[in-house]
Protein backbone atom coordinates (compact mmCIF):
# COMPACT_ATOMS: atom_id res chain seq x y z
CA UNK A 1 0.00 0.00 0.00
CA UNK A 2 2.76 2.77 0.60
CA UNK A 3 4.29 1.96 -2.60
CA UNK A 4 0.98 2.56 -4.29
CA UNK A 5 0.79 5.72 -2.74
CA UNK A 6 4.21 6.79 -3.42
CA UNK A 7 3.95 6.34 -7.18
CA UNK A 8 -0.02 8.35 -6.65
CA UNK A 9 1.58 11.31 -5.49
CA UNK A 10 4.91 11.00 -7.61
CA UNK A 11 2.96 11.03 -10.54
CA UNK A 12 1.70 14.58 -9.66
CA UNK A 13 3.72 17.02 -12.04
CA UNK A 14 4.21 20.50 -12.07
CA UNK A 15 1.04 21.75 -13.06
CA UNK A 16 -1.34 21.96 -9.63
CA UNK A 17 -4.70 23.68 -9.44
CA UNK A 18 -4.75 27.32 -9.49
CA UNK A 19 -6.33 28.91 -6.22
CA UNK A 20 -8.01 32.17 -7.63
CA UNK A 21 -5.85 34.85 -6.80
CA UNK A 22 -7.33 38.13 -4.78
CA UNK A 23 -7.56 41.59 -6.29
CA UNK A 24 -5.21 43.98 -4.76
CA UNK A 25 -5.82 47.66 -4.38
CA UNK A 26 -4.32 49.95 -6.18
CA UNK A 27 -1.99 52.96 -5.41
CA UNK A 28 -1.46 55.96 -7.55
CA UNK A 29 1.89 57.71 -7.70
CA UNK A 30 3.31 60.21 -9.66
CA UNK A 31 1.09 59.53 -12.41
CA UNK A 32 2.21 55.74 -12.00
CA UNK A 33 -0.56 52.63 -10.99
CA UNK A 34 0.75 49.96 -8.50
CA UNK A 35 -1.08 47.40 -6.80
CA UNK A 36 -0.45 47.27 -2.84
CA UNK A 37 -0.26 44.41 -0.50
CA UNK A 38 -1.21 43.69 2.27
CA UNK A 39 -4.51 45.05 2.43
CA UNK A 40 -4.79 47.97 4.37
CA UNK A 41 -7.27 47.94 7.13
CA UNK A 42 -9.69 51.01 6.84
CA UNK A 43 -13.04 49.26 8.38
CA UNK A 44 -10.83 49.88 11.68
CA UNK A 45 -10.35 53.60 11.43
CA UNK A 46 -14.11 53.55 10.57
CA UNK A 47 -17.28 55.21 12.64
CA UNK A 48 -20.37 53.58 13.00
CA UNK A 49 -22.04 55.28 10.21
CA UNK A 50 -19.56 54.80 7.74
CA UNK A 51 -19.14 50.89 8.48
CA UNK A 52 -22.80 50.67 8.67
CA UNK A 53 -22.70 52.25 4.51
CA UNK A 54 -19.88 50.05 3.93
CA UNK A 55 -21.30 47.00 4.91
CA UNK A 56 -25.00 48.24 3.02
CA UNK A 57 -22.78 49.08 -0.43
CA UNK A 58 -20.23 46.47 -0.14
CA UNK A 59 -20.79 43.71 -3.14
CA UNK A 60 -23.07 40.62 -1.30
CA UNK A 61 -21.75 37.69 -2.83
CA UNK A 62 -18.31 38.74 -4.01
CA UNK A 63 -16.32 37.06 -6.28
CA UNK A 64 -13.69 34.82 -5.48
CA UNK A 65 -10.62 36.70 -6.54
CA UNK A 66 -12.63 39.68 -4.00
CA UNK A 67 -13.39 38.23 -1.23
CA UNK A 68 -13.86 41.63 0.61
CA UNK A 69 -16.45 43.04 -1.57
CA UNK A 70 -15.25 45.76 -2.36
CA UNK A 71 -11.67 47.54 -3.35
CA UNK A 72 -9.43 50.56 -2.49
CA UNK A 73 -7.68 52.99 -4.49
CA UNK A 74 -5.08 55.21 -2.49
CA UNK A 75 -2.73 57.64 -3.50
CA UNK A 76 0.98 59.32 -2.43
CA UNK A 77 0.62 63.10 -2.69
CA UNK A 78 4.21 64.98 -1.26
CA UNK A 79 5.17 61.94 0.44
CA UNK A 80 1.74 61.19 2.25
CA UNK A 81 -0.63 58.43 1.62
CA UNK A 82 -4.19 59.41 1.32
CA UNK A 83 -7.25 56.91 1.01
CA UNK A 84 -8.65 58.47 -2.39
CA UNK A 85 -11.75 56.04 -3.38
CA UNK A 86 -13.98 53.09 -2.59
CA UNK A 87 -15.46 50.71 -5.12
CA UNK A 88 -17.44 47.63 -5.82
CA UNK A 89 -16.19 44.61 -6.88
CA UNK A 90 -18.02 45.59 -10.75
CA UNK A 91 -15.32 48.82 -9.74
CA UNK A 92 -18.37 51.35 -9.40
CA UNK A 93 -17.59 54.11 -7.17
CA UNK A 94 -19.50 54.07 -3.78
CA UNK A 95 -17.02 56.16 -1.53
CA UNK A 96 -19.58 59.06 -1.48
CA UNK A 97 -22.19 56.62 -0.28
CA UNK A 98 -19.61 55.60 2.41
CA UNK A 99 -17.75 58.90 3.47
CA UNK A 100 -20.58 61.59 2.25
CA UNK A 101 -18.22 64.14 0.67
CA UNK A 102 -15.28 63.43 1.62
CA UNK A 103 -12.70 63.06 -1.35
CA UNK A 104 -8.94 62.02 0.60
CA UNK A 105 -8.52 60.52 4.06
CA UNK A 106 -5.20 60.78 5.04
CA UNK A 107 -4.21 57.84 6.92
CA UNK A 108 -2.19 59.45 9.53
CA UNK A 109 -2.28 56.65 11.41
CA UNK A 110 -0.85 53.87 9.13
CA UNK A 111 2.75 52.96 9.97
CA UNK A 112 3.37 49.67 8.02
CA UNK A 113 4.90 48.54 5.30
CA UNK A 114 3.44 48.35 1.71
CA UNK A 115 4.58 46.21 -1.31
CA UNK A 116 3.51 48.02 -4.32
CA UNK A 117 4.01 45.65 -7.30
CA UNK A 118 4.04 46.82 -11.49
CA UNK A 119 4.64 45.31 -14.40
CA UNK A 120 3.75 42.18 -15.65
CA UNK A 121 1.92 40.15 -13.70
CA UNK A 122 1.10 36.59 -13.44
CA UNK A 123 -0.38 33.69 -10.93
CA UNK A 124 2.42 31.69 -8.56
CA UNK A 125 0.38 28.50 -6.76
CA UNK A 126 2.61 28.76 -4.11
CA UNK A 127 1.51 33.01 -3.38
CA UNK A 128 -1.99 34.13 -2.86
CA UNK A 129 -2.31 37.24 -5.28
CA UNK A 130 -0.87 37.82 -8.15
CA UNK A 131 2.88 38.20 -8.90
CA UNK A 132 4.40 41.46 -10.47
CA UNK A 133 7.41 41.62 -11.99
CA UNK A 134 8.97 44.21 -10.18
CA UNK A 135 7.95 45.70 -6.36
CA UNK A 136 8.72 48.55 -4.36
CA UNK A 137 9.47 48.18 -0.51
CA UNK A 138 7.72 51.44 0.67
CA UNK A 139 7.91 51.61 4.59
CA UNK A 140 5.80 54.83 6.30
CA UNK A 141 5.66 56.39 9.58
CA UNK A 142 1.65 58.16 10.56
CA UNK A 143 1.24 58.12 7.12
CA UNK A 144 4.52 59.32 5.79
CA UNK A 145 7.08 57.49 3.23
CA UNK A 146 9.72 56.56 5.67
CA UNK A 147 11.91 54.45 3.46
CA UNK A 148 11.40 52.98 -0.04
CA UNK A 149 13.96 50.45 -2.25
CA UNK A 150 13.23 49.54 -5.72
CA UNK A 151 13.41 45.86 -6.33
CA UNK A 152 13.01 46.00 -9.98
CA UNK A 153 12.59 43.16 -12.12
CA UNK A 154 13.04 40.17 -9.84
CA UNK A 155 10.21 38.03 -10.53
CA UNK A 156 10.20 36.24 -14.03
CA UNK A 157 7.43 34.20 -15.54
CA UNK A 158 8.22 30.79 -17.81
CA UNK A 159 5.31 29.26 -19.45
CA UNK A 160 7.26 26.16 -18.92
CA UNK A 161 5.54 25.77 -15.16
CA UNK A 162 2.34 26.95 -16.26
CA UNK A 163 0.97 25.30 -19.80
CA UNK A 164 1.26 21.92 -18.94
CA UNK A 165 1.28 21.02 -22.79
CA UNK A 166 4.16 23.25 -23.26
CA UNK A 167 5.82 21.46 -20.54
CA UNK A 168 5.44 17.79 -21.93
CA UNK A 169 5.99 18.72 -25.14
CA UNK A 170 9.27 20.19 -24.53
CA UNK A 171 9.95 16.33 -22.45
CA UNK A 172 8.69 14.34 -25.20
CA UNK A 173 10.62 16.37 -28.05
CA UNK A 174 13.90 16.69 -26.34
CA UNK A 175 14.42 13.32 -25.19
CA UNK A 176 17.11 11.41 -27.34
CA UNK A 177 14.78 8.39 -28.14
CA UNK A 178 16.99 6.91 -30.82
CA UNK A 179 19.76 6.36 -28.00
CA UNK A 180 17.24 4.25 -25.51
CA UNK A 181 16.99 0.78 -25.66
CA UNK A 182 14.28 -0.07 -27.86
CA UNK A 183 13.31 -3.04 -25.32
CA UNK A 184 13.71 -1.44 -22.12
CA UNK A 185 11.41 1.34 -24.30
CA UNK A 186 8.06 -1.03 -24.25
CA UNK A 187 8.18 -1.32 -20.61
CA UNK A 188 7.81 2.79 -20.26
CA UNK A 189 10.24 2.91 -17.31
CA UNK A 190 9.74 5.92 -15.22
CA UNK A 191 11.61 8.02 -13.14
CA UNK A 192 10.43 9.90 -10.06
CA UNK A 193 12.66 13.10 -9.41
CA UNK A 194 12.29 16.31 -7.59
CA UNK A 195 14.13 19.73 -8.49
CA UNK A 196 14.73 23.26 -6.91
CA UNK A 197 14.66 26.55 -8.83
CA UNK A 198 17.05 29.06 -7.97
CA UNK A 199 16.43 33.06 -7.97
CA UNK A 200 17.30 32.94 -12.01
CA UNK A 201 14.45 30.70 -12.61
CA UNK A 202 17.13 27.59 -13.26
CA UNK A 203 17.73 24.36 -11.48
CA UNK A 204 19.56 24.38 -8.50
CA UNK A 205 19.68 21.10 -7.74
CA UNK A 206 17.90 17.82 -8.73
CA UNK A 207 17.75 14.21 -7.77
CA UNK A 208 16.20 11.26 -7.98
CA UNK A 209 13.51 9.82 -5.63
CA UNK A 210 12.69 6.46 -7.17
CA UNK A 211 15.05 5.07 -9.93
CA UNK A 212 14.01 3.37 -13.09
CA UNK A 213 16.14 0.32 -12.38
CA UNK A 214 18.09 1.87 -15.49
CA UNK A 215 21.25 4.42 -15.03
CA UNK A 216 20.76 5.41 -18.73
CA UNK A 217 17.19 6.24 -18.29
CA UNK A 218 17.73 7.52 -15.26
CA UNK A 219 20.73 9.78 -16.86
CA UNK A 220 18.06 10.94 -19.66
CA UNK A 221 15.57 11.73 -17.54
CA UNK A 222 17.84 14.11 -15.11
CA UNK A 223 19.44 15.69 -18.65
CA UNK A 224 16.12 16.77 -20.22
CA UNK A 225 14.84 18.66 -17.58
CA UNK A 226 18.14 20.44 -17.08
CA UNK A 227 17.87 21.34 -20.52
CA UNK A 228 14.31 23.29 -20.31
CA UNK A 229 14.91 27.05 -20.79
CA UNK A 230 13.45 28.19 -17.07
CA UNK A 231 11.26 28.30 -14.67
CA UNK A 232 9.34 30.85 -13.37
CA UNK A 233 10.35 33.47 -10.31
CA UNK A 234 8.89 35.19 -7.77
CA UNK A 235 9.60 37.84 -5.73
CA UNK A 236 7.35 38.69 -3.38
CA UNK A 237 6.98 40.72 0.35
CA UNK A 238 11.08 41.68 -0.05
CA UNK A 239 11.89 37.79 -0.55
CA UNK A 240 11.96 34.95 -3.24
CA UNK A 241 9.86 32.58 -3.14
CA UNK A 242 11.48 29.04 -2.93
CA UNK A 243 9.73 26.67 -5.33
CA UNK A 244 10.51 22.83 -5.62
CA UNK A 245 9.25 20.36 -8.22
CA UNK A 246 7.93 16.55 -8.08
CA UNK A 247 8.10 15.19 -11.80
CA UNK A 248 7.56 11.96 -12.61
CA UNK A 249 9.34 11.38 -16.39
CA UNK A 250 7.46 8.28 -18.08
CA UNK A 251 9.72 7.15 -21.22
CA UNK A 252 6.48 6.75 -23.28
CA UNK A 253 7.59 6.31 -26.67
CA UNK A 254 3.74 6.45 -28.26
CA UNK A 255 2.99 9.79 -26.37
CA UNK A 256 5.92 11.12 -27.43
CA UNK A 257 4.92 10.26 -31.28
CA UNK A 258 1.83 11.94 -30.23
CA UNK A 259 3.70 15.20 -28.74
CA UNK A 260 5.56 15.64 -32.34
CA UNK A 261 2.40 15.41 -34.38
CA UNK A 262 1.16 18.53 -32.05
CA UNK A 263 4.57 20.11 -32.44
CA UNK A 264 3.88 20.31 -36.08
CA UNK A 265 0.41 21.54 -36.03
CA UNK A 266 1.36 24.21 -33.28
CA UNK A 267 4.10 24.95 -36.81
CA UNK A 268 1.01 24.61 -38.80
CA UNK A 269 -0.94 27.19 -37.34
CA UNK A 270 1.62 29.46 -37.34
CA UNK A 271 2.79 29.48 -40.38
CA UNK A 272 -1.02 30.07 -41.35
CA UNK A 273 -0.98 33.08 -38.89
CA UNK A 274 1.56 34.52 -40.86
CA UNK A 275 0.08 34.40 -44.04
CA UNK A 276 -2.93 35.87 -42.42
CA UNK A 277 -1.04 38.77 -41.19
CA UNK A 278 0.87 39.75 -44.24
CA UNK A 279 -2.15 39.64 -46.04
CA UNK A 280 -4.67 41.55 -43.73
CA UNK A 281 -1.77 44.48 -43.79
CA UNK A 282 -0.96 44.67 -47.68
CA UNK A 283 -4.89 45.46 -47.43
CA UNK A 284 -4.80 47.83 -44.49
CA UNK A 285 -1.77 49.55 -46.17
CA UNK A 286 -3.93 49.56 -49.73
CA UNK A 287 -6.94 51.26 -47.32
CA UNK A 288 -5.09 54.18 -46.21
CA UNK A 289 -3.17 55.20 -48.74
CA UNK A 290 -6.81 55.25 -50.36
CA UNK A 291 -8.30 57.03 -47.20
CA UNK A 292 -5.35 59.77 -47.44
CA UNK A 293 -6.25 60.63 -51.52
CA UNK A 294 -10.42 60.71 -50.28
CA UNK A 295 -9.94 62.15 -46.95
CA UNK A 296 -12.01 59.56 -45.87
CA UNK A 297 -11.65 59.33 -41.81
CA UNK A 298 -13.99 56.43 -40.69
CA UNK A 299 -12.56 54.09 -37.77
CA UNK A 300 -11.19 50.88 -38.93
CA UNK A 301 -11.31 47.86 -37.31
CA UNK A 302 -10.46 43.79 -38.06
CA UNK A 303 -13.54 41.51 -37.78
CA UNK A 304 -11.91 38.40 -36.07
CA UNK A 305 -14.85 36.48 -37.53
CA UNK A 306 -14.10 33.84 -40.02
CA UNK A 307 -10.06 33.56 -38.77
CA UNK A 308 -8.84 30.30 -37.01
CA UNK A 309 -10.14 29.52 -33.72
CA UNK A 310 -9.12 29.94 -30.54
CA UNK A 311 -5.40 30.64 -32.32
CA UNK A 312 -6.10 34.29 -32.37
CA UNK A 313 -8.56 34.23 -29.19
CA UNK A 314 -5.06 35.12 -27.20
CA UNK A 315 -2.81 35.72 -29.93
CA UNK A 316 -1.63 39.43 -28.86
CA UNK A 317 1.47 39.28 -31.31
CA UNK A 318 -0.88 38.95 -34.23
CA UNK A 319 -3.35 41.57 -33.10
CA UNK A 320 -0.41 44.34 -32.32
CA UNK A 321 1.54 43.52 -35.79
CA UNK A 322 -1.86 44.48 -37.36
CA UNK A 323 -2.45 47.47 -35.35
CA UNK A 324 -5.94 48.11 -35.52
CA UNK A 325 -8.15 47.48 -33.31
CA UNK A 326 -10.89 43.71 -33.25
CA UNK A 327 -14.36 43.19 -33.12
CA UNK A 328 -16.85 40.59 -33.89
CA UNK A 329 -19.16 41.99 -36.36
CA UNK A 330 -21.92 38.78 -36.24
CA UNK A 331 -22.08 38.54 -32.88
CA UNK A 332 -25.21 40.78 -32.76
CA UNK A 333 -24.83 41.60 -28.63
CA UNK A 334 -21.32 42.52 -28.40
CA UNK A 335 -21.82 44.30 -32.04
CA UNK A 336 -23.93 46.84 -31.12
CA UNK A 337 -22.37 47.44 -28.46
CA UNK A 338 -19.10 48.48 -30.29
CA UNK A 339 -20.14 49.62 -33.77
CA UNK A 340 -20.01 53.49 -33.99
CA UNK A 341 -22.31 55.63 -36.39
CA UNK A 342 -20.00 54.73 -39.32
CA UNK A 343 -16.90 52.55 -39.52
CA UNK A 344 -14.70 50.61 -42.06
CA UNK A 345 -13.80 47.23 -41.53
CA UNK A 346 -11.30 44.58 -42.31
CA UNK A 347 -12.98 41.33 -43.23
CA UNK A 348 -10.47 38.27 -43.81
CA UNK A 349 -11.31 34.10 -45.44
CA UNK A 350 -9.12 31.74 -46.22
CA UNK A 351 -9.72 28.25 -47.82
CA UNK A 352 -7.03 25.15 -48.20
CA UNK A 353 -6.52 23.49 -51.27
CA UNK A 354 -3.83 20.88 -50.79
CA UNK A 355 -0.76 23.08 -50.75
CA UNK A 356 -2.60 26.26 -51.56
CA UNK A 357 -3.83 28.50 -49.28
CA UNK A 358 -6.27 31.18 -50.85
CA UNK A 359 -6.56 34.19 -48.54
CA UNK A 360 -10.02 37.16 -49.63
CA UNK A 361 -9.83 40.23 -47.38
CA UNK A 362 -11.78 43.32 -47.90
CA UNK A 363 -13.30 45.90 -46.77
CA UNK A 364 -17.25 46.46 -45.04
CA UNK A 365 -18.58 49.88 -44.22
CA UNK A 366 -20.95 49.10 -41.77
CA UNK A 367 -23.47 52.12 -40.36
CA UNK A 368 -25.95 51.93 -37.85
CA UNK A 369 -29.88 52.99 -37.83
CA UNK A 370 -32.77 52.30 -35.56
CA UNK A 371 -30.55 50.00 -33.57
CA UNK A 372 -29.66 47.75 -36.52
CA UNK A 373 -26.76 47.55 -38.41
CA UNK A 374 -26.51 47.81 -42.28
CA UNK A 375 -23.20 46.54 -44.24
CA UNK A 376 -22.11 47.88 -47.33
CA UNK A 377 -19.61 45.39 -49.21
CA UNK A 378 -16.94 47.25 -51.47
CA UNK A 379 -17.32 44.20 -54.02
CA UNK A 380 -14.87 45.85 -56.46
CA UNK A 381 -11.90 45.78 -53.93
CA UNK A 382 -11.13 42.25 -53.18
CA UNK A 383 -7.70 41.30 -52.43
CA UNK A 384 -7.16 38.14 -53.42
CA UNK A 385 -3.56 36.37 -51.71
CA UNK A 386 -2.46 32.88 -52.82
CA UNK A 387 0.05 30.86 -51.47
CA UNK A 388 1.92 27.67 -52.14
CA UNK A 389 3.50 25.38 -50.06
CA UNK A 390 6.70 23.84 -51.10
CA UNK A 391 8.49 20.65 -49.87
CA UNK A 392 11.36 20.92 -51.16
CA UNK A 393 12.19 24.38 -48.82
CA UNK A 394 8.97 23.76 -46.20
CA UNK A 395 7.96 27.11 -46.67
CA UNK A 396 4.71 29.31 -48.54
CA UNK A 397 5.75 31.29 -50.77
CA UNK A 398 3.12 33.84 -52.49
CA UNK A 399 1.73 32.85 -55.71
CA UNK A 400 -0.52 35.35 -56.84
CA UNK A 401 -1.74 38.82 -55.78
Known amino acids: MKRFLFIILAIVTLVTAHATPQERDILYWHGDKYFIFPFIDIESRMDSNELENLNRRRTSNPPTANGRGYLLEFEIINDTLYLISVKDTQHADITESVFGNLTKMPMIDFSDTLYLGYGKAFIDNAWWTMVYESEITTSFQNGVIHSMKDNKNKSKYSQYDHNELLFSEFIYCNTR???????????????????????????????????????????????????????????????????????????????????????????????LLRLLEESIIKTKIKYISFSEKTSRNNPLYLCIDGLPSPILEQNKPFYESIGIDNISLYNQKKSQLEVEEVMDIIETRYYLKGNIVEIYVHIITVTEKNDEMLLAYWFDDVDKYVYEYSCETNEWRLKEE
Open 177 to 271: WDEMNKQILQTKPMVFLRYDIDTLGSIADIKILKSSGYSEFDEEAIRVIKSIPGFSVSFVKGEYIPHSYDYCFVFDLERAKRMGSFSKQKQYDNQ
